[in-house]
């Protein structure tokens, strides 16, 4: 009698248990992470990565057909799924990868801005899905969802000055690696992602599980880090300057909110006087920017923004004995007290 009780009981533990597993398993949320020409590979692979540590949650990419997608860098990858016979998610992920501005003959998010079944599939399903989240300048795909109005929203710090154009009424956040506004959550570029995916962790299972899983991963995870490539002083280097410097390498550089002080080899068979009056010409044609000295290997100029801040921007030539056609272009930049 005593051997049939202990029986019993062991067979009803082993059934709690099981039952339990099965209620476990029924409870994880499944993650659709969106793929395609073009996607930036740690754009999906982080989040992947950080989403389906320990098992705890259905992670699988879904692209619009089952032909093998192409990464930005030549990564060959099979979704898992297609539109037609995925899981119903209750997280969605949308990567980016490639240019923003909608061509329908482009690689990357370029493309898919064009895609109405790309466009129509993030709209259905970010209706019923519980979290939305885009990675780098995956954020312009929610825009042309119509999901980033009247929200805070970031984006890849190179794309983040015409996220604007396609979410006009959105708040564009500079200085944040991701902005959760709810159920809606847009991460800066690239490695952003994965701060974006531990923070959703946090708000599905606790910030011991995101911590567990950063150690895991040895990722120095920092939530309340203030670190935004967007918001660097290199920023406010005006874009005019890029047709001057089309082929430079780094050689140093250091880039704080407040300061930049970068040295850079530039290739040009110009004098350095010619490419002083060039750089000038470009930099103080700049919106804001005005000249405020000139001379044959240096030069300074101003910036005044709307808000009253003002950034003095420099720069120095100087020849490199050791090689022909090179010039060394030492550049700062700093705000002004």
């Not at 704080?256 to 040295?263: A, L």
Request: aromatic letters at 10%; hydrophobic letters at 40%.
């Amino acid at each position: 009698m005593k051997k049939l009780m202990i029986v019993a009981v062991l067979s009803l533990f082993v059934m709690s248990s099981f039952a339990q597993a099965q209620s476990v398993e029924k409870a994880k949320m499944n993650v659709a992470i969106l793929i395609f020409d073009g996607v930036q590979i740690i754009d999906y692979t982080g989040p992947y990565e950080v989403l389906g540590s320990w098992g705890r949650r259905n992670v699988y990419t879904v692209a619009e057909n089952a032909d093998t997608v192409t990464t930005s860098m030549g990564m060959k990858v099979i979704p898992n799924y297609t539109f037609e016979n995925q899981p119903k998610p209750d997280i969605l992920v949308i990567p980016g990868g490639g240019y923003s501005k909608p061509d329908p003959n482009g690689r990357g998010v370029a493309k898919q801005m064009v895609n109405e079944k790309v466009i129509r599939w993030i709209q259905e399903n970010a209706k019923d899905a519980k979290y939305v989240m885009s990675v780098c300048n995956g954020a312009f795909l929610l825009a042309k969802a119509g999901l980033l109005e009247g929200l805070e929203a970031t984006t890849f710090h190179g794309m983040i000055n015409d996220l604007n154009e396609f979410a006009p009424t959105a708040k564009i956040v500079y200085d944040k690696r991701f902005v959760d506004n709810g159920k809606i959550i847009t991460t800066a570029g690239l490695s952003s992602g994965i701060d974006g995916a531990l923070h959703l962790i946090e708000k599905i299972d606790g910030i011991g599980w995101a911590k567990r899983i950063a150690a895991g991963l040895e990722y120095n995870w920092q939530p309340n880090s203030n670190y935004a490539r967007a918001s660097l002083a290199d920023m406010k280097f005006p874009e005019t300057i890029d047709r001057v410097l089309t082929d430079i390498e780094p050689v140093d550089l250091t880039n704080e909110r407040d300061f930049y002080d970068g040295k850079w080899m530039v290739k040009t068979s110009a004098s350095i006087e010619d490419f002083m009056s060039s750089l000038n010409k470009e930099w103080s044609s700049a919106k804001g920017w005005s000249n405020t000295k000139i001379g044959k290997s240096e030069g300074v100029w101003k910036l005044t923004e709307q808000d009253g801040k003002v950034w003095i921007g420099e720069a120095k030539v100087e020849k490199v004995a050791t090689e022909n056609n090179k010039l060394l272009l030492i550049l700062c930049i700093f705000r002004s007290i």
